[in-house]
């Protein structure tokens, strides 16, 4: 899956840059932007230095439920690509980009790519509590644990020096 999605990644930088502007100065950097961080990491490590990645979400947004403010915007609009992955909303972004007549490139890193259908009772979890994998209280009980009380009941040898002439008490 990850190889697949580095090889649709780079198809889209190639798709994305291929149409570019012209105007843009030699020293300047395209500016990408993604949807969110994981997908930076991967096209940071696609395009080096070639240009500069930005996420529109960051790690504490929930990309379910964020929208982006009209600051974000107005910075993704000077962007040169923007790489949609189909996230809740994207929808809303892209018809802002167009009702702004921004010049921002849209190109879908998810197009091609089989998805996953959950299950009726499955669900993707990555919105659950995981806060108690961590919890685990169930330690107290310790089986087959030695205490090593078993040598209370030898207080009458408190007074031998030498256990080594005393050979039925060898396993002490």
Do not use: Q, W
């Not at 502007?21 to 969110?36: C, F, G, N, Q, R």
């Not at 018809?95 to 089989?114: A, H, M, R, W």
């Not at 169930?138 to 408190?158: K, L, P, S, T, Y």
């Amino acid at each position: 899956m990850k190889i697949k999605l580095s090889l649709l990644l780079t198809a889209a930088l190639v798709g994305g840059f291929s149409n570019l502007s012209t105007s843009l100065a030699d020293d300047k950097k395209p500016v990408i932007y993604v949807p969110v961080p994981p997908y930076a990491g991967l096209t940071e490590s696609l395009v080096g230095d070639l240009a500069e990645v930005r996420t529109i979400a960051s790690k504490d947004d929930d990309p379910h439920v964020y929208l982006p403010t009209p600051k974000e915007l107005a910075r993704l609009s000077v962007g040169t690509v923007y790489f949609a992955a189909d996230l809740p909303f994207e929808a809303t972004l892209a018809n802002k980009l167009v009702e702004s007549k921004s010049k921002v490139k849209i190109v879908s890193i998810v197009d091609g790519l089989d998805r996953r259908t959950f299950a009726e009772g499955e669900h993707d979890c990555h919105e659950c509590d995981h806060g108690d994998h961590g919890d685990h209280g169930d330690h107290g009980d310790h089986g087959d644990h030695d205490d090593h009380d078993d040598h209370a009941d030898h207080a009458d040898h408190a007074d031998h020096a030498d256990h080594a002439d005393h050979a039925d008490h060898a396993d002490h």
